[in-house]
């Protein structure tokens, strides 16, 4: 009889043991990983705010990180003194069908913006750029308006997660997702 309470004992011990050591952690769920974007290509369209040809500035990198540089083109020269409305369209060209990922940027637009820089002596601005759901700029849709003939680089770049509002790149922080330079010339 003295076996059998303890093995009884020994037997709720155990059993007690097993039940406080294990814990519910299974049953929380986890924390959801926002992966990066591919981004293969990024498609600029300038098309004349009073009609006419668009200008189609892209850069197309299907090998994603691989050794393949982007294949940079510019489908044409801009005006001068001409006011362009710009698009922005970003795409993973290494699924079926592309994915659009433009559309997932404006979904998280407190999280990118975009930004515009001019490089050599091209005589162009860039403003009136869409805004963000906290009235900051986002930039998927702006207006670039050029001045007299010239030729230099413009450089577009999109940035995950920077600080807002910013005076512009230098300030901005956050990681660069894409970042393309086209020579532009304006006539």
Same mark, same amino acid.
Request: with cysteine; glycine share 10%.
């Given at each position: 009889?003295?076996? =059998?309470?303890?093995?009884?004992?020994?037997?709720?011990?155990?059993?007690?043991?097993?039940?406080?050591?294990?814990? #519910?952690?299974?049953?929380?769920?986890?924390?959801?990983?926002?992966?990066?974007?591919?981004?293969?290509?990024?498609? &600029?369209?300038? %098309?004349?705010?009073?009609? @006419?040809?668009?200008?189609?500035?892209?850069?197309?990198?299907?090998?994603?990180?691989? /050794?393949?540089?982007?294949?940079?083109?510019?489908?044409?020269?801009?005006?001068?003194?001409?006011?362009?409305?710009?698009? &922005?369209?970003?795409? #993973?060209?290494?699924?079926?069908?592309?994915?659009?990922?433009?559309?997932?940027?404006?979904?998280?637009?407190?999280?990118?913006?975009?930004?515009?820089? &001019? @490089?050599?002596?091209? #005589?162009?601005?860039?403003?009136? =750029?869409?805004?963000?759901?906290?009235? #900051?700029?986002?930039? %998927?849709? =702006?207006? &670039?308006?050029?001045?007299?003939? /010239?030729? @230099?680089?413009?450089?577009?770049?999109?940035?995950?997660?920077?600080?807002?509002?910013?005076? @512009?790149?230098?300030?901005?922080?956050?990681?660069?997702?894409?970042?393309?330079? =086209?020579?532009?010339?304006?006539?």
């Amino acid at each position: 009889m003295k076996k =059998f309470k303890i093995s009884i004992i020994t037997a709720i011990a155990i059993t007690g043991t097993l039940f406080t050591s294990c814990s #519910n952690d299974d049953d929380a769920a986890p924390a959801p990983v926002n992966e990066e974007e591919v981004i293969t290509t990024l498609t &600029v369209t300038l %098309t004349p705010a009073g009609g @006419g040809t668009a200008v189609t500035l892209q850069s197309r990198d299907l090998d994603g990180d691989g /050794s393949d540089a982007p294949v940079i083109t510019v489908s044409g020269d801009l005006a001068a003194g001409t006011t362009y409305n710009g698009t &922005v369209v970003l795409l #993973n060209e290494t699924e079926t069908p592309a994915e659009n990922i433009t559309t997932e940027v404006e979904e998280e637009d407190l999280e990118h913006q975009f930004f515009y820089t &001019v @490089g050599g002596s091209l #005589n162009v601005t860039t403003a009136n =750029f869409n805004l963000d759901t906290a009235g #900051n700029v986002l930039g %998927t849709s =702006f207006d &670039v308006t050029t001045g007299a003939a /010239s030729t @230099g680089t413009y450089t577009v770049t999109l940035r995950h997660e920077p600080t807002k509002p910013n005076t @512009g790149l230098g300030d901005a922080g956050g990681e660069t997702d894409i970042s393309a330079t =086209f020579d532009v010339t304006i006539q």
